[in-house]
């Protein structure tokens, strides 16, 4: 018996070298799956892989966001990647041909909130998400009331532009971020808030300021390492600003709240009231969520429009062999509707393309149709995506894709008017909305996509346009002398916002 085993023993010891490399690949491929489950995203590729470590990246991430998921899209094109970024979560970026099967999937598979809280830091910064009541009030009341609400809006531009703007009589400087700031806060905050404070110095101070000082609580976390966070986050100077900030809009509108929940006729037609209506419904909201609720629809709303309109007027002043075109177009489509009503709107389709063009090579940001991945799912290609994840299309990188929109790195301002007026002279009329500022569809993200897609975006196109529109007819405007083309935008992240410092000349039009 001992001979036997001696045998077995000196036979295996002969063969060993022969059968490691068997043995060596073996456990490979058992490490390797055992990897796999633990890690579902271990074969995701990650955009600049070839930069040595994740820390790199992620500075790469802070201080040109836009060239890495350009990097990833060119390299990645039908595929997901990943992207390293600030925050702790991982970023699954999914290209635009699975939008629709992204699309269909329910809430609490990817949610549209959830990716909200993440991104905006919501647990410190206190951002009201998750209000069902809000997307109600503004698809059920304010989209529908825009034709009869668009003269009090044309109105309130008109007094915004007599309360902000100079005379000009010559060229003068102006700081258009500026102005616009408080402008879109006077005539958005009419319609969301009411007369009682939406033209008092109050309301436009918290309204203006909130929106800057949200953004730099964002920046603020964003910039603490994830796991020091809820160590640090909330002693930030930032963050308690922002903290000071909510308690004075609590106080500012609590009378307003109390009265109005005292009137039982002759109601505002304003937001503010819809919001009141609405808790019979959804339930009653303290004043201070109420204020929050306030602050956060102000935030989109003026954030997003005084970046567009910015974008809108830099570019303006670029190519001022533009002006006018536009200013034709307005004038006609005045001369038949009178004022500006929803029709008379519609009609200004160049304007339409010069801003849908604008936000298409200035977006405010680099993603769009972000998601939070509470449960798994499966692409159609078999690409499996664990929870915990945050989904994203990489908008800005489509948008300069020369296989979606010829020539993409140029400015064209009558690109989407043209593409209008083939689909429409091929009787293609449902392709040629798709090409309106307003449409979303998987080339142009501006608003996002789906049953999420941004329900405010009919009212802030009216305003946007209405302003746009008015300053054409009132003034000429041109770049600063010395200045040479549009002034580029700032980034940060993923974030691209117009220099708010730049200024512009602005002299009477002759009429």
Known sequence: ????????????????????????????????????????????????????????????????????????????????????????????????????????????????????????????????????????????????????????????????????????????????????????????????????????????????????????????????????????????????????????????????????????????????????????????????????????ISFAAIHTTTLTSTNVFYNLAAYPQYLPILREEICNVLAEHKTYTSVALQSMKRLDSFIKETMRLDPAGATSMQRQVNKPFTLSNGQYIPAGVIIEIPAHAVSRDPEVFEDPEEFKPWRFYDMRQQAREAGEAEQAAQHQFVSVNPSVLTFGYGRHACPGRFFAANEIKMIVANVLLMYDIKLPEGQEGRYPNLEFGVSSVPDPTKELLFKRAVA
């Open 1 to 296: 018996m001992a001979v036997i085993t001696a045998d077995i023993v000196q036979t295996l010891g002969n063969k060993l070298p022969l059968l490691l490399p068997t043995i060596a690949v073996l456990l490979a491929v058992f490490l390797g799956q055992r990897l796999l489950q633990q890690n579902p995203l271990a074969n995701v590729p990650v955009a600049l892989e070839d930069l040595a470590g994740d820390e790199k990246r992620r500075q790469a991430y802070i201080t040109h966001a836009k060239d890495v998921y350009l990097d990833g899209y060119k390299k990645f094109k039908d595929r997901v990647f990943r992207i390293i970024t600030t925050n702790k979560y991982t970023v699954i970026v999914v290209p635009p041909k699975y939008l629709n099967e992204i699309k269909q999937l329910p809430d609490d598979v990817v949610s549209f909130d959830g990716a909200i809280e993440q991104t905006m830091h919501a647990k410190y910064t206190k951002l009201e998400v998750g209000h069902k009541l809000i997307p109600h009030v503004v698809k059920s009341n304010l989209t529908p009331s825009l034709v009869r609400l668009n003269p009090t809006i044309a109105e309130e531009v008109l007094e915004s532009f007599r309360r902000e703007l100079p005379e000009c009589n010559d060229w003068t400087s102006v700081n258009i971020n500026y102005k616009l700031l408080r402008i879109v806060a006077l005539v958005s905050g009419r319609i969301f808030i009411g007369t009682e404070l939406s033209r008092s110095d109050e309301y436009i101070d918290m309204a203006i300021n909130y929106t800057v000082e949200l953004m730099e609580a964002r920046r603020a976390v964003d910039e603490i390492k994830p796991w020091l966070r809820p160590f640090l986050a909330n002693r930030l100077p930032e963050v308690k600003k922002l903290d000071q900030r909510l308690k004075e809009a609590d106080r500012l509108i609590k009378p307003v709240v109390a009265e109005r929940r005292n009137r039982t006729e002759n109601k505002p037609d304003d937001v503010m009231q819809w919001l009141l209506d609405g808790q019979a419904k959804y339930g009653a909201y303290t004043t201070e969520t109420l204020a929050r609720i306030q602050l956060g």
